[in-house]
């Protein structure tokens, strides 16, 4: 069984070329979790009041096709089981009868008074929707080889209107920093996005983003034709790594282009 959710695209959620933006895509995950939990309990909410907090560590996303502008779609999600401290968590986005993305997610949970990781059996997801995890095109984990030559791209200081209830960047708003320091990014389409969360990215504090190109046998996106590794540090320790797939779909010349023409 999976848990669904209903949404439509809103126009503020598309790019230049009339695609959704990579970060609405993992809202749209998120928040359909979001939605379980408070209907399923304990809610998100719940748990904070008791000093836990779910904190993501992986998450793997497989782009099969781009939306639109008002684009009615249904978005999936379930209980996938847990693996040692973790909690797996699966998630599907379709448009009709097609699917659009597919998604798989790693969380564990953590005291956030006392600090620690804390065991899976603090939570108890019994009531949840459940089902087996996805299978994706995609590694579930990855590495960058140590000789991987990374670009220093400056940084980004983390506002308040980025973080969430834990003070820190909340996950879902990377994809865009990231994404915007893609080469040639508005001819571009996103096909997969592979996430490692290291280190909090707390208010306040500076990210420093590096970026990397990335080869076939590193990205492992069968859709991809391109791909760029990312690695930002905070405090000089890793605070995420991520893998983006890309191909070429052309591009829609902005107005002023059309104009000055």
């Not at 996430?195 to 996106?221: Q, V």
């Not at 760029?228 to 591009?251: C, H, L, P, S």
């Amino acid at each position: 069984m999976r848990y669904t959710e209903h949404y439509q695209v809103m126009s503020h959620d598309i790019d230049v070329n009339g695609n959704v933006r990579p970060t609405m895509l993992l809202i749209y995950l998120q928040e359909t979790a979001n939605h379980q939990m408070r209907d399923r309990r304990p809610t998100y909410n719940e748990l904070f009041d008791q000093h836990i907090s779910f904190i993501i560590t992986r998450l793997s996303l497989e782009v099969f096709a781009q939306l639109h502008e008002y684009d009615e779609i249904e978005v999936d999600t379930w209980a996938a089981g847990m693996k040692k401290a973790t909690f797996l968590r699966g998630y599907e986005i379709r448009r009709g009868e097609e699917t659009v993305a597919r998604a798989w997610g790693e969380w564990t949970t953590v005291d956030i008074v006392e600090g620690g990781v804390l065991p899976v059996t603090r939570v108890d997801l019994s009531n949840y929707e459940s089902d087996e995890p996805p299978v994706l095109d995609l590694p579930e984990k990855f590495r960058f080889p140590k000789d991987l030559a990374f670009q220093d791209l400056g940084s980004h200081r983390v506002d308040y209107s980025e973080v969430d209830m834990n003070a820190h960047m909340n996950n879902t708003r990377y994809a865009d920093i990231l994404w915007s320091n893609i080469p040639d990014v508005q001819r571009k389409v996103v096909t997969s996005i592979n996430l490692r969360f290291r280190k909090e990215g707390l208010i306040g504090t500076d990210l420093k983003i590096t970026r990397a190109p990335l080869d076939s046998d590193i990205l492992k996106d069968p859709r991809a034709e391109e791909g760029w590794g990312f690695r930002t540090q905070t405090d000089g320790k890793v605070n995420i790594e991520a893998m983006f797939g890309m191909k070429d779909e052309g591009y829609r010349p902005l107005a002023f282009e059309v104009k000055g023409e």
